[in-house]
């Protein structure tokens, strides 16, 4: 008797652990595809026009932004 609840224990315990084995495993594997479907956002689109009279002096591009500056082409002004 106590060989046959021995073995009813430890096929218990494989059967409890190999739930416990597969339900993690499910677990994990949804955590997964949660940050594999993320996106980046695309900047939004911004227009914008030169004023007669005004040029782009220099173009700044970093990695959070792209800088334009902006002056007149007339002397003095």
């Known amino acids: 008797m106590k060989s046959k609840a ?12 190999i739930g416990v ?3 993690a495993s499910k677990l994990g594997n ?6 594999s479907r993320r ?3 695309l900047p939004k689109k911004i227009n914008f026009a030169l ?3 005004q ?3 220099a173009v700044s591009d ?3 932004a792209i800088c ?6 007339e002397p003095g002004a």
């Open 6 to 17: 021995s073995l009813w224990r430890s096929l218990a315990v494989v059967s409890v652990s």
């Open 21 to 23: 084995l597969l339900v």
């Open 30 to 35: 949804a955590h997964h595809r949660t940050d």
């Open 39 to 41: 996106t980046s956002v």
């Open 51 to 53: 004023k007669e009279g």
């Open 55 to 57: 040029t782009i002096v």
């Open 62 to 64: 970093t990695t959070q």
């Open 68 to 73: 334009f500056y902006i002056g007149n082409d």
